[in-house]
Nanobody, 114 residues
Framework: QVQLVESGGGLVQPGGSLRLSCAASGFRFSSYTMNWYRQAPGKEREFVAL????????NYVDSVKGRFTISRDNAKNTVYLQMNSLKPEDTAVYYC???????WGQGTQVTVSS
């Protein structure tokens, strides 16, 4: 059974940093592109970043380019999202997802506020 468990969220001041983790199980993690999405209150879920199966290629939504870094450790079946220079508009529940697998974890709340 596919499981995705996100962690690492919290309350941080503007300009601060957080590192999110997503532990995956139930599928061949190393074969899948992994994605991070987020959903702010009252808004639709949006794509944030992706990393291909080998980790060689990454892509980001324009609003986080230069601030967020996605990475993965295939030996640990884990994908990460390093978030720097956080802004209030980054406040959302963050989710990870494997390409082609319709399964979401519970998400982790990120709140950026002074």
């Amino acid at each position: 059974q596919v499981q995705l468990v996100e962690s690492g969220g919290g309350l941080v001041q503007p300009g601060g940093s957080l590192r999110l983790s997503c532990a995956a199980s139930g599928f061949r993690f190393s074969s899948y592109t992994m994605n991070w999405y987020r959903q702010a209150p009252g808004k639709e879920r949006e794509f944030v970043a992706l990393v291909t199966s080998t980790g060689r290629i990454t892509n980001y939504v324009d609003s986080v380019k230069g601030r967020f870094t996605i990475s993965r450790d295939n030996a640990k079946n884990t994908v990460y999202l390093q978030m720097n220079s956080l802004k209030p508009e980054d406040t959302a529940v963050y989710y990870c997802k494997a390409d082609s697998i319709v399964r979401w974890g519970q998400g982790t709340q990120v709140t950026v506020s002074s």
